[in-house]
């Protein structure tokens, strides 16, 4: 199936996907909770224009000029949240309404049935109530976003790692998005952050843009001032491949950054060193970038036993074949640490790991940024953005 094809099929479930939550919304908000003339038709109107939105803003935001379409897709987006936790909550308290109806039904106990006053106050206190709650966690989430980016300090004990470079500092930043809701102004801060550090080597695992290099190219030049003695290194995110991952590519390193295509570098020197390695992310295909693809094999070909391997590997599901080839580190993003809860816990679908430091094996951590910008949505609740200064020691 060729990307066109695929990419209409993918929009017109999505579009049927959307359009449901939408009516089933509609439903909990307008219906249940009988809201009177002229304020039924208002909400109806506001709902399917909040829906109509979502795609319109997909399709024609691409088409229009960036400075028009970054300020067009707030609202969508901020909507694009706030629909999800609406259908969240309203999935619970429906959940609960199942779960009372048929303990009514098992019970010996005699139970009275609600009249259609009581029934249509209770739907209008339940409406309201999700309603407020999403409202509050809305505007907690976006200030989340505001804020100050969190330095999370990371100490990591590698069994291989060389004593004389105790206390290598790594500064990792995964998922910044740069393109229709975070830009040059806010990549300046985190570049200048990341620098504050003084780190040893900066890591950039993926998904770095969201949108064309004509589209941002003058937007990630501040990314041409990140200073590590030892360098500046990145590997492809899926967004990249979504983006023109080839013309990504050359336009990063043009930056100075080195991209990790399935290779290694020895950083350090002698045996007061260790090996980096980075493979390209797992949504590549042929179709989107010719001879693009995860191949840790190659990257590691060659390699000493004896030295040791941090991995850049933008999906955490990379930690499985890292293990079975004895990595000592593997860094990762791309889950945001599920960016709204409660889809924290959606992550473990598709990713082994969320967010944080984990020992996969005996030999093998793996570390997984929560994503230092967000996608879609401009808002986090449950989670921060962050960039993670990571330090090596041996242990």
Known sequence: MNRPVAMVIFGLIATAIVSLIHYYLWARLVRDAHLPSPYRQIATAVIILLAVSLPVIMIVGRGLPFHV???????????????MMLAFFFGATDLLKGIAFLWSKISPSETTALDPSRREMLGRVVSGG??????????????????RLAVLPVPVKLRRFPRALNGFKIAQISDLHVGLIKGYSWLEEVVRRVNDLNPDL???TGDLVDGSVDKLNAEIGPLAKLKARHGVFFVTGNHEYYSGAIEWVDKIESLGIRVLRNER???????????????????????????HGPDLPKALSGRDTEREVVLLAHQPRAIDEAAQMDVGLVLSGH???????????????????????????????????????VWGPPMRVGTQSEITEIELSRG
């Not at 379409?69 to 901020?78: A, G, L």
């Not at 350090?268 to 989107?288: K, N, Q, R, T």
């Not at 809860?341 to 790991?353: A, D, I, K, S």
């Open 69 to 83: 379409s970054r300020y067009m897709v707030w609202v969508p987006y901020v909507w694009m949240g706030m629909m």
């Open 202 to 204: 900066i890591a950039i």
């Open 265 to 291: 570098v020895q950083i350090g020197e002698g045996e007061d060193s260790f090996d980096l390695a980075g493979v390209d992310d797992f949504s590549a295909s042929p179709a989107m970038a010719p001879n």
């Open 130 to 147: 999700v309603l407020f709650t999403v409202f509050g966690l809305s505007g907690f989430g976006i200030g989340n976003v505001a804020k």
């Open 335 to 373: 889950t945001h640490g599920g960016q709204i809860w409660p889809f924290t816990y959606l992550v473990g679908l598709q990713q082994p790991y969320n967010r944080g430091l984990y020992r996969h094996t005996e030999n093998t951590q793996i570390y997984v940024n929560q994503g230092t910008g």
